[in-house]
């Protein structure tokens, strides 16, 4: 009989399948902690028991054991808290005791600092553009990541498994660059499948819930669930409910959708938000920032959906400005990952705060670009762009 060649990772159709991926992937992670020149690593080995890989981390200079880096194997993700953190590491690295470390040096009132980052329009995939990001730089991400093949031009995923694994590991990411006890608010809804052929069922994808699911293993809490209420007109482009408005027959009801849900987390930390607020480093932004009397007191909110002829599927303005205005205070940095034409940064900008825009679509990017001058005027020149060509039409230099 012939004997399987293959291995348990590809047996087991993990995502890390040999020991090359794992170092690659511990590589990068200890280089977002500036930790690779100092440490190394043993050799990786899968724990197929618990679908990870563990990954041995050495002193580079004495070979000396300083921890493990986890990983887990269906999504590639580093486990952080499985894993020795950065801050141990370091101590080992130094010869302290991390323990004792950790016991002098408690987070005090006050020391929150303030995030260095410029405007910012990024161009590629916001996966690997976010590792180029400075950790706890951020302080609201805003986003509506796209569609799972809902319409034509987003049929970007083979499976629902491969668009939920690559929103995980968005995520995952951006967990890191968000302040210690800061919000990321995502827009997101259920989508319908077409059916194929007649002799098929269409199918209603409860994306939302899964996305929860995402945010609570990625070390999120769960905040408020936002309903954004349309006019009743706007759910009948779906076709959802025209069967049924047509012979009312039981079992063939299909209620016409017309709400989207903006779900609210918090990043995990066991302090309270009155201490994002105590301990903010200008108490001026903080009473400036403070919000009116015309502010929504339900979690229903009634907004008429914006269309642009550049874009499938964008925010209306109002619904970003609730959301930048009672989740950010004046001068924080918002985060885009999945930006489109920029609504989220120009509804950011004029409410005075900074934005960090990443699009993976050259001609979106382009858009952005352009029109930086209407929201910044003589600021727009200190527009960072990464790999983003230095000439935007009209002949304007950005800042590399």
Known sequence: MARNSRTVAEQRRYSVVDVNSAKEITTQWLRQADLNQAVGF????????????RVPLTNSATGERLGEVVIDAHTSLVQDRKSTSPATLEARLLGRDPDAARATSPAAPGAIPLSDLRNTVALGDCEEVLQELPAESVHLVLTSPPYYNAR???????????YLLKIRRVVHQTRRVLAEGRFFVMNVSPV?????????SSRRI??????????TEEGFDFVDDIHWVKPEGAGWATGRGRRFAADRNPL????????????????RTDKLIDWNI??????????????????????????TPTHDKRHPAIFPDELVER??????????????????IGTTGRVAARLGR??????????????????VDDWLGTDAKDVLTLNCPTVVPGGRLFSP
């Open 192 to 200: 319908l499948v077409r059916r194929a052929s007649r002799s098929e």
């Open 206 to 215: 409860a994306v939302p819930f899964d996305m929860h699911r995402l945010f």
């Open 152 to 162: 034509p031009e987003y049929v970007d995923y083979l499976t629902y498994e491969e």
């Open 323 to 340: 959301v930048v205005r009672y989740y950010s205070f004046k001068e924080d940095v918002v985060l885009d990952p999945f930006a489109g």
């Open 252 to 267: 063939q009801y299909k209620p016409v959708p017309v709400t989207e849900y903006v779900l609210v987390y918090r990043k």
């Open 354 to 371: 900074r934005f960090v825009l990443i699009e993976q679509n050259p001609e979106y990017v382009a858009a952005i670009r352009a029109a």
């Open 278 to 303: 105590r301990s903010h480093p200008r108490p001026d932004l903080v009473r400036a920032s403070r919000i009116g009397d015309d502010y929504e007191r339900t979690n229903i909110w009634k907004i």
């Open 42 to 53: 043993g050799l990786p080995e899968v724990d197929d028991r618990y679908h990870v890989w």
